[in-house]
C-alpha cells in the first residue's frame, strides 16, 4: 500500500536537474584522491595530498 505524501513535504520533480555545487566539489576532490592514490607506488604524503587538493602550506586552498 502506498502512503500519500505528508502535507508538509514536496514531491521532487524526477526531471530536474541536481544541482549540489558543494557535493559536486566533494566528489571531484575524492575523484582526485583515488586517481593521485592509485598511481603512487606507496602512500601518499601529506605534501602529496595538499597538492592534489590544491592546499596550500598554510592551510589555506589556493
Not at 26 to 50: C, F, K, M, Q, R
Given at each position: 500500500?502506498?502512503?500519500?505524501?505528508?502535507?508538509h513535504?514536496?514531491?521532487?520533480?524526477?526531471?530536474?536537474?541536481?544541482?549540489?555545487?558543494?557535493?559536486?566539489?566533494?566528489?571531484?576532490?575524492?575523484?582526485?584522491?583515488?586517481?593521485?592514490?592509485?598511481?603512487?607506488?606507496?602512500?601518499?604524503?601529506?605534501?602529496?595530498?595538499?597538492?592534489?587538493?590544491?592546499?596550500?602550506?598554510?592551510?589555506?586552498?589556493?
Amino acid at each position: 500500500m502506498t502512503l500519500p505524501p505528508a502535507p508538509h513535504s514536496r514531491v521532487p520533480d524526477p526531471a530536474a536537474p541536481l544541482a549540489d555545487d558543494a557535493l559536486a566539489e566533494e566528489i571531484e576532490l575524492y575523484a582526485d584522491v583515488v586517481v593521485a592514490a592509485s598511481e603512487s607506488e606507496g602512500p601518499l604524503a601529506d605534501s602529496d595530498l595538499d597538492r592534489v587538493l590544491g592546499v596550500d602550506e598554510d592551510g589555506t586552498r589556493g
